[in-house]
């Protein structure tokens, strides 16, 4: 027999309209990362990076002692791939281990990968981040427009530790767009899928739920067995 109006129906009610936006937290959180740990593990690699010169001995050995041409190097040997396509994630930070076993991956991959072969050959070096990149600052880097100060969020210098933020000048609108086309088009068609029909699926059941239940009530109460 269906609960329909009846006082276990309108509990049950009660409580899906509580959880229902943890439900759509969680829905989204586990299409995007099926281990929500890989999140977490990158938030963390993001504030304290893990440069590596050990991993990078052999790459380093074979690269010239000029900063510009160590990073020109560094990017032809990691080319440029989404994290979606590299990882089948939408945002992750990798070791440097991890960047080059995969051969290829995005800004964050590329950042501490030179980081660790800067401070392998000795070179000094600051990684910052913008709300939409991460590079590598050293002396003499030109600078350009996804790379100075001005766009700049988060800085770390890894010889002193220090840290510091500051509010980038950037535009909001290009921000959002360099976002989504890192984000939605790499994605994989079924995770699009999933990402659009779970929340759908979720609201209508919230919508059509209480509608079930109070034509139960008109009609008579607890609705006939199935």
Known sequence: MRVGST?????ALR???IVFPVLLVLWVLLVLYPNPLKLAVSLHRLASPQVDPGAVESLASSLPSEPADIEKAVLETLPYRYDWQAYSMPWYYPTVSEALEKGRGDCKARAIVLAS???????PYRISSSPTHVWVDYPGKEQNSAENPDVGLYDIDPETGDRSWHFPRISIIGSFRTFWHGFWDPMPALRKVLLLCGPAALAAVRVLWPRRMQGASSSGGTAPPA
Do not use: M, S, Y
């Open 7 to 11: 006082p276990v129906g309108q509990r």
């Open 15 to 17: 409580v899906f309209r």
């Open 117 to 123: 072969v800067l401070e392998a050959k000795g070179i």
